[in-house]
């Protein structure tokens, strides 16, 4: 089983076994050493956790109590503000904008003296499955550097997979925490739609976005959770945690629990990450859960109503980067709108234009009922769909990607199979459902596995509880031999 390592290092920070600034040192010796090889970091702050870190010791000097997320090294995607830190969304067009305040998740964390490590890498404007559309390169996987990270919470599974990170949060539009985390062979889960704020969070697509944390444990991933899930009147669409904290919930008995499994889900994809999934099947079925076999036709349209919506979006929410209010600006110009083509041409990247254009072409005039319309009729067809699946099982068992992770460059040769890496993921986020990563294995190359457990909304406990205990009765999971390691 995964050892919850944010508990160790607490245990081992109370103790005195070593105090908050080794423990924050080794990470940034850490960093220093791997992230040229990783690329998991754009903006390192070292000052920053340095401060923080003398903070924790001068309270643990003191005989006060620390919080268990107090004095850990983390990191936040690129996406996430953070007052007075660059945030560049990984885009030229704002390479060197930095926010006047903190996202919420950020001053949550912030609060409770988590120590950060800096800003992590990611697709530009979340847009991506590789992390090869960002401005300054993509991140690479910790299980060999040949091969993508995954995208876009890219930097954030890099760094924690690659163990120069203890945990960080990401965001998830349509799968951005959970493939990467499926990639690098950790723990990623993407929160029910307003269970955590969103606040500070740089949109894409706003109704599908959802910030969630990204770990090498569950019981980390409930540890985070349980810190961030808080109602913030900031965000319109905040709802904050029901019910206690998840971590009460772990450990719980599982026997008798109805697992679902979706033939559709089994579509398409490769055969040792099917033989992986169905393994892990059977150890649910060893602790007693009960499998229960369905349809879900509606799958099918999932995918091109995720990029249809998700497009719309994306081409409101870009409106405001013009060159006048802040960001990158172009040079040589006649006008304010040669000023504006200039500066969007040459400001976003080839993904991001491609998305905007297919996303103002479907809110266009002629074009709306056919296409934005059409899906958002559809989106209310998935959602009814799974509410009516959860009315016979308590969770859902898929893939969480079809593959494993691909090799740097591939995403760029094949556009479209990358596109279909969502195919399982994007349900999740047109519903506004919880659901978890967890390692199930690995391919005959040694690249990891991932398997997801997807939760009526708010059921963040029942899910993951379940993924804890497959995390417990599997054979132990290794990660990559990066940075420090205690």
């Not at 954030?156 to 925490?177: K, M, Q, R």
């Not at 029910?192 to 991933?221: C, H, K, M, N």
Request: with cysteine; hydrophobic share 35%.
């Amino acid at each position: 089983m995964n050892e919850s390592k944010i508990a160790q290092l607490h245990k081992g920070l109370v103790n005195k076994e070593f105090s908050c600034m080794e423990l924050t040192e080794k990470y940034i010796e850490a960093i220093n050493k791997d992230n040229e090889a990783l690329n998991a970091y754009v903006t390192v702050t070292p000052e920053t956790a340095v401060e923080t870190a003398r903070k924790v010791d001068e309270k643990i000097a003191g005989g006060k109590e620390i919080g268990l997320l107090e004095g850990i090294p983390m990191t936040l995607k690129d996406n996430i503000s953070t007052n007075g830190i660059r945030t560049t969304c990984c885009s030229k067009i704002l390479e060197d904008y930095t926010p006047i305040y903190d996202a919420t998740v950020w001053d949550i964390l912030k609060k409770q003296n988590a120590i950060l490590l800096g800003k992590t890498n990611m697709d530009e404007f979340a847009m991506g499955s590789s992390c090869e559309n960002s401005y300054f390169g993509g991140a690479k996987n910790p299980h060999d550097l040949g091969h993508v990270a995954g995208g876009s919470s890219c930097g954030v599974a890099s760094a924690v997979g690659g163990n120069i990170a203890v945990y960080g949060l990401g965001s998830d539009t349509g799968g951005s925490i959970r493939q990467p985390a499926s990639f690098c062979g950790i723990v990623g889960m993407k929160p029910t739609y307003g269970a955590v704020s969103r606040f500070g969070l740089i949109a894409y697509a706003s109704s599908l976005d959802q910030i969630g944390p990204i770990t090498t444990s569950v019981e980390d991933t409930a540890i985070v959770f349980d810190a961030i899930a808080q109602y913030d009147k900031m965000d319109s669409t905040s709802q904050g945690r029901k019910g206690a904290p998840v971590c009460d919930s772990l450990k719980n008995d599982i026997k008798g629990m109805k697992i679902g499994i979706a033939k559709e889900y089994f579509e398409g994809i490769r055969d040792d990450v099917r033989k992986s999934v169905e393994d892990a099947i059977k150890v649910y079925q060893t602790l007693g859960a009960e499998i229960v076999y369905f349809d879900l036709p509606s799958l099918k349209y999932a995918l091109p109503v995720y990029y249809i919506i998700a497009c719309a979006e994306a081409s409101s929410n870009l409106g405001r980067y013009d060159g006048i209010r802040y960001g990158y600006k172009a040079v040589d110009y006649k006008d304010v709108n040669d000023m504006v083509k200039k500066t969007r041409s040459t400001g976003f990247g080839e993904e991001v234009k491609r998305r905007i254009l297919l996303g103002t072409y479907v809110l266009s005039s002629g074009y709306y009922d056919a296409y934005y319309k059409k899906a958002q009729n559809l989106r209310g067809k998935i959602v009814q769909d799974f509410r009516n699946v959860f009315e016979s099982c308590d969770v859902i068992l898929a893939p969480t990607v079809p593959m494993t992770a691909f090799e740097n460059g591939h995403a760029v040769s094949d556009p479209v199979e990358t596109y279909q890496t969502d195919i399982c993921t994007v349900p999740v986020n047109i519903c506004g459902l919880p659901a978890v990563s967890v390692p199930c294995g690995f391919d005959s190359d040694g690249l990891p596995i991932g398997m997801q457990l997807i939760g009526n909304s708010f059921e963040e406990a029942r899910i993951l509880n379940a993924a804890w205990q497959y995390e417990n009765a599997a054979d132990k999971y290794k990660a990559a031999g990066f940075g420090v390691k205690y």
